[in-house]
């Protein structure tokens, strides 16, 4: 079965880190740009960065810019999302697909993501 498997989320206090993995089940991630998106409650789901075949960064959102960073490690089939200085305004589902646009990606092609809580 091909599929992303997002891990890594957790709860937090202001200010921490955590580093989300999104790993590839069944097909190998290094053709494929692979974007970061998350959800909050209420909101509708939205980019956060995604990284091309070639590791290049194609964007950051605004709201992350200078505290997370995406990086691949195609050996291990796995995108990271390094996330620090976290805000509660972070928290939120957070999700990674083969898409860097999340109208791009199949409403059944999303995974069950992984959740981030930034609270004290």
């Known amino acids: 079965q091909v599929q992303l498997v997002e891990s890594g989320g957790g709860l937090v206090q202001p200010g921490g880190s955590l580093r989300l993995s999104c790993v590839g089940s069944g097909f190998t991630l290094d053709y494929y740009p692979i974007g970061w998106f998350r959800q909050a409650p209420g909101k509708e789901r939205e980019g956060v960065s995604c990284?091309?075949?070639?590791?290049?960064?194609?964007y950051y959102a605004e709201s992350v810019k200078g505290r997370f960073t995406i990086s691949r490690d195609n050996a291990k089939n796995t995108v990271y999302l390094q996330m620090n200085s976290l805000k509660p305004e972070d928290t939120a589902i957070y999700y990674c697909?083969?898409?860097?646009?999340?109208?791009?990606?199949?409403?059944?092609?999303w995974g069950q993501g992984t959740q981030v809580t930034v609270s004290s």
């Open positions: 697909a083969t898409e860097c646009l999340s109208e791009n990606v199949p409403k059944d092609d």
């Open positions: 990284i091309r075949d070639s590791d290049d960064v194609i």
